[in-house]
């Protein structure tokens, strides 16, 4: 078992390390060095999240259609093959923007439309995969497996391109892509090798087929369960929020570091590694504090602290500090491992045995919005800031502002959500009655 979610674990770290290039070095070439619009990177950006509809289909299709026998590996393969694709010709992007907007434009639309449809792809393969193999038991220890080896794979990677990649040459960015879409395809194809048995689509994996079900559950059907339910409510907003804050400096993070204190690409390229380097510390300590603390105060701590590291990081920019911008780095990165795995124990909690399938997909949605809407209000507002003051640095400064701002308003939140009322309240005739009348 332990080999299994080793492979699974180097599927799901193959899939997140093709990113880094695009949100840690090309965000940076694009944004910074060739002055492309930070709309534009964000419009290209989001389409692995304008695209995350189709992985109910995907999930539905694959149950339904199994290639040679594999219910799964297949999807994971092509949508491991479609990122590597996507993640070694976007450098060619800021190049060819740079030259030829339009043919460039085009590029850039193939180029992140492959990442984002081989993202979508295997995600929901190999999660579907990691349930199936693991069951409801096991279910936890998967999935801490894969998202520790997916840090460290992350800290890897950034300290990688800091070495290839010093400062910005289009030869050297197009080959350092390629070493890390290389690197992503050995560690999924090592990963995919014999983790699933051909024989198992005889066996309906009739155990754990509840997990099937769930994935047929309609948007709308999760807006009722969201809106009948007053915590359910909270706790959707909550989440949209929370992680819109903490997603959509992504993108930021690393022009800012080049604006303000004119740090070099190779410097920038390393605020992933930093920043993952105690998100992995925190996934530590919140998995030791886990059973000693409440799982709320636990969340709070995580979203106060990445709430200071915003503070901190607009703080560096208004003083010139770069000492004080790396500690905004770890404060961020160390909030959003607590906050993470808080939230990721909290969010099972708020479900019910008989509709876990209903309420995830519920928070898998704030979650795919949140994404969405947090990368593109950041371009979008960094932009418009940048245009009216005439400053470069306050877009980007007003962005982490705003981002502070909704951290807050999340940490208000979490205090109205108990888990107790909500799961009283989930109970109550009305409440089901309108999920099946939903359904119906």
């Known amino acids: 078992m332990l080999r299994k979610r080793l492979q699974i674990a180097l599927i799901h770290t193959a899939i997140a390390i093709t990113l880094v290039p695009i949100n840690s070095t090309l965000n940076r070439v694009m944004i910074f060095d060739l002055g492309i619009s930070k709309t534009l990177f ?88 990691a349930t199936e193999i693991s069951g409801q ?48 395809l050995t560690l999924g194809l090592v990963g995919i090798f014999k983790l699933e048995s051909p024989a198992s689509r005889s066996a309906d994996l009739s155990p754990h087929s509840e997990i099937h079900k769930s994935e047929t559950y309609t948007t709308k059907e999760m807006v009722s369960a969201i809106t009948a339910n007053p915590v359910a409510k909270i706790f959707f907003v909550y989440l949209l929020l929370l992680l819109a804050a903490i997603l959509s400096q992504d993108v930021l993070l690393e022009p800012f570091g080049a604006q303000a204190f004119g740090m ?41 602290g990445a709430l200071i590291g915003f503070v901190i990081i607009i703080i560096s920019g208004l ?37 876990v399938g209903l309420y995830i997909g519920a928070w898998g949605f704030s979650n795919g919005l949140s994404r969405l809407t947090g990368l593109l209000m950041a371009g979008v507002v960094a932009d418009l800031a940048t245009y009216f003051t005439g400053d470069a640095l306050s877009g980007y400064l007003v962005v982490f502002g705003i981002e502070a701002l909704m951290l807050l308003i999340a940490a208000i939140l979490l205090t109205r959500i108990d888990v107790a009322k909500f799961k009283k309240q989930v109970e109550e005739p009305s409440f089901t009655d309108k999920i099946a009348m939903t359904a119906e």
């Open 42 to 129: 964000t419009l290209l950006a989001i389409f692995p999240y304008l695209l995350a509809p189709i992985q109910v289909a995907i999930g539905s299709f694959s149950d339904r259609n199994p290639i040679f026998g594999y219910r799964r590996t297949p999807y994971i393969l092509v949508g491991l093959i479609l990122c590597v694709v996507g993640v070694a010709v976007s450098p060619q992007v800021a190049i060819l923007i740079h030259d030829n907007f339009t043919v460039g434009i085009i590029v850039g639309i193939l180029a992140f439309g492959a990442w984002g449809m081989g993202y979508n792809l295997s995600a929901v393969s190999y999660f579907s995969l």
């Open 319 to 355: 003083m010139e500090s770069l000492s004080a911008f790396y500690v905004g780095i770890i404060l961020l990165g160390f909030g959003t491992g607590i906050s993470t795995v808080a939230n990721l124990s909290l969010m099972f909690e708020l479900t019910v045995p008989e509709k």
């Open 137 to 184: 038991k096991g279910r936890g220890a998967t999935i801490a497996t894969m998202f520790f080896v997916m840090v460290i794979g992350l800290i890897a990677t950034g300290i990688t391109l800091s070495r290839l990649v010093p400062e910005y040459e289009p030869d050297t960015l197009s080959r350092a892509f390629i070493i890390v879409a290389a690197s992503a």
């Open 264 to 304: 070099s690409l190779e410097q920038t390229s390393r605020i992933v590694s930093i920043s993952s380097t105690f998100t992995l510390i925190a996934f530590i300590v919140a998995g030791f504090m886990e059973r000693r603390v409440q799982k709320k105060i636990i969340a709070q701590i995580g979203n106060i």
